[in-house]
């Protein structure tokens, strides 16, 4: 089955900084990669997602990229904020035929502080 | 409009007894999935239901765990027997499938507030 590795586990930055989180899969039939927010206490929310015909999508300071020849994908944030601080999951699925759907493997999640 | 809800948000239970644990999706929406997440781990995949079709049970980790989804709509998890490794925030999350147009299909999860299971 699907394996989905995230790096690093915990991240410290100084608020305006950067924030990069990388994951890697192992399912190359894997075609839909979303990333979602974990605030403490709370349920899991979609931040972005990638289908594996683009190579790239931005939604204001959130960016995620995807490599499909080396099965990784990355989340990058810009000019961090003190409210962005949580725990960032990946996760990775192969959607199927028909208007199916599939369940979504995650990564180990992400520990991300933004210091103010 | 309404989201996922999941009753109840906490359980707290004795190893050996049975429980039951509720999630209602949104309205419409044909895919249902349950995940565990233990304590400070990410979210491991249990069953996931859609439509009418049998549902997918390779995230089960034993015979004690099932679970059931009446009329389409509503699902029960049921734990039997329950152990202290069971312990975890148990997560339900449905999803309308959407076609992606170069084939196959991309589920946005929209996710339940978890119940939180302890087995002392």
């Known amino acids: 089955g699907e394996n989905v590795e995230q790096h690093p586990s915990t991240l410290s930055v100084q608020e305006g900084d950067s924030a990069v989180i990388k994951c890697t899969y192992s399912?190359?039939?894997?075609?839909?990669f979303p990333w979602y927010k974990q605030e403490l206490g709370k349920r899991p929310q979609l931040i972005i997602d990638?289908?594996?015909?683009?190579g790239e999508k931005k939604d204001q300071r959130i960016a995620v990229t995807l490599n499909k020849t080396a099965k990784h994908f990355s989340l990058h944030i810009t000019e961090t904020q003190p409210e962005d601080s949580a725990v960032y999951f990946c996760?990775?699925?192969?959607?199927?035929?028909?208007?199916?759907?599939?369940?979504?493997?995650f990564g180990s999640g992400t520990q991300l502080t933004v210091l103010p | 409009g309404a989201g996922v809800s999941q009753s109840p948000s906490n359980k707290v239970t004795e190893k050996g007894k049975d429980v039951e644990l509720r999630c209602d999706p949104i309205?419409?929406?044909?895919?249902l999935y349950w995940y565990r997440q233990s304590l400070g781990q990410g979210l491991e995949f249990l069953i996931y239901?859609?439509?009418?079709?049998?549902?997918?049970k390779s995230g089960l980790p034993s015979d004690r765990f099932s679970a059931e989804r009446t009329g389409g709509s509503v699902s029960t998890l049921t734990i039997q027997r329950t152990q202290q490794e069971d312990s975890a925030v148990y997560l339900c999350?449905?999803?309308?499938?959407?076609?992606?147009?170069?084939?196959?299909?991309?589920?946005?999860?929209?996710f339940g507030p978890g119940t939180r299971l302890t087995v002392l």
């Open positions: 996760a990775a699925s192969i959607g199927g035929s028909s208007g199916s759907a599939r369940q979504l493997t």
């Open positions: 399912d190359s039939a894997s075609n839909y």
């Open positions: 309205s419409g929406h044909t895919a």
């Open positions: 999350a449905s999803s309308y499938p959407t076609r992606g147009g170069a084939g196959g299909s991309y589920n946005e999860q929209f």
């Open positions: 239901f859609q439509g009418n079709s049998a549902p997918d």
């Open positions: 990638i289908r594996s015909n683009v």
